[in-house]
């Protein structure tokens, strides 16, 4: 089974403060997903990565980098945070670029910024 | 734009009901088609697929059949059970988007004894 880990289930960050959400995937993916889930939004694209050091910019890029320096991880970086970064940020991997493979989900990071 | 509709939820169901939740499309292409299921606390799990038209997917009793004269792909299940409980997610990626999967708002389901 592929697995999805992010580093923090919970956070807590103040307003300001430079911030950093991990992600591991186990199983040789090619790409890689940041989403942020909001209530009555869905989940939105942030960034993605197809490929180690490549990043493309998603929906909802503004506020937000990513960094790929290795296949196996993938960081979002909040550069100064502010309160309406408060969200469920989702992590997600998939094998490759080709449509009909699914994309496997982490557990999740809540994120508050007071 | 591509995009993805879902009814609005919740709904609201007794133990063994039947269930449906309507989902619909608009792509560009021919896009693959997915239900994710996310329960509380945890985060989105795939719980089907269809990648062509007439396909149907089906798991733990779940099914959905891609239907391109309609544009939809609707989730049913004969007998829901209280474990059913959960936000399910209609979604579609088109080829040659770098498989970037594009959700509808997601649909919450309480299924009560």
């Known amino acids: 089974d592929v697995k999805v880990t992010q580093s923090s289930r919970y956070l807590v960050k103040r307003t300001g403060e430079k911030v950093f959400l991990e992600c591991v995937q186990d199983?040789?993916?090619?790409?890689m997903f940041w989403y942020r889930q909001d209530p009555g939004l869905g989940l939105r694209l942030i960034y993605f990565?197809?490929?180690?050091?490549?990043?493309e910019k998603g929906d909802i890029p503004e506020g937000y980098s990513v960094s790929r320096e290795k296949k196996e991880r993938f960081s979002l970086i909040l550069e100064s945070a502010s309160t309406n970064q408060t969200s469920m940020y989702l992590c997600?991997?998939?094998?490759?670029?080709?449509?009909?493979?699914?994309?496997?989900f982490g557990d999740g990071t809540r994120l508050s910024i007071l | 734009g591509n995009s993805v509709t879902q009814m609005e939820g919740p709904v609201t169901l007794s133990e063994e009901a039947f269930l449906t939740i309507n989902c619909t499309y608009t792509?560009?292409?021919?896009?693959?088609l997915f239900w994710y299921v996310q329960y509380p606390g945890e985060g989105l799990q795939l719980l089907l697929k269809?990648?062509?038209?007439?396909d149907k997917g089906s798991n733990k009793g779940f099914e959905a059949t891609y239907r391109k004269e309609t544009t939809s792909f609707h989730l049913e299940k004969g007998s829901v059970q209280v474990s059913d409980s959960a936000v399910y997610f209609c979604?579609?990626?088109?080829?040659?988007?770098?498989?970037?999967?594009?959700f509808g708002a997601g649909t919450r389901l309480a299924v009560h004894p």
């Open positions: 997600a991997s998939s094998l490759t670029a080709r449509s009909n493979q699914p994309q496997h």
């Open positions: 199983m040789d993916h090619e790409n």
């Open positions: 990565s197809y490929d180690v050091k490549m990043k």
């Open positions: 792509a560009t292409g021919y896009p693959s």
């Open positions: 269809a990648t062509k038209a007439d």
């Open positions: 979604a579609l990626i088109v080829s040659g988007g770098y498989n970037k999967l594009i």
